[in-house]
């Protein structure tokens, strides 16, 4: 039941991307859906998280009024619109599920996620 994440690229800085992460159904009605990131020789960082109850959002702050998480329940999918990237932004980015809170967390708890897939780079370039 991994979740596959998709649409990083190379991309200028100040550039925007979109990414994906495809689920199954029963995965984003029950949990909490995660965005992360990993940069080399960095650790994992929690982006962003949709609630499965109600859709409410979170952000950390090195995303807030850059980014943006939603999802599409007909397509089992749920995006994050990157903006106004930056050189830091450069990181491979995976999505989860929560499957200890319905609500996401703050800050997010990698340990409460599985599911993780492959994920996808993103690659900035000044």
């Known amino acids: 039941v991994q979740l596959q994440a998709s649409g990083g690229g190379l991309v200028q800085a100040g550039g925007f991307l979109r990414l994906s992460c495809a689920a199954r159904?029963?995965?984003?009605?029950?949990?909490?859906i995660g965005w992360f990131r990993q940069a080399p020789g960095k650790g994992r960082e929690g982006v962003s998280c949709?609630?499965?109850?109600?859709?409410?959002?979170y952000y950390a702050d090195s995303g807030k009024g850059r980014f943006t998480i939603s999802r599409d329940k007909g397509k089992s999918t749920v995006y994050m619109q990157l903006d106004s990237l930056k050189d830091e932004d450069t990181a491979v980015y995976y999505c989860?599920?929560?499957?200890?809170?319905?609500?996401?967390?703050?800050?997010?708890?990698?340990?409460?996620?599985?599911?993780w897939g492959k994920g996808t780079q993103v690659t900035v370039s000044s």
């Open positions: 159904d029963f995965v984003l009605q029950y949990y909490a």
């Open positions: 989860a599920a929560d499957l200890t809170h319905t609500q996401c967390t703050d800050p997010l708890i990698p340990h409460d996620y599985a599911y």
């Open positions: 949709i609630s499965s109850s109600d859709g409410s959002t």
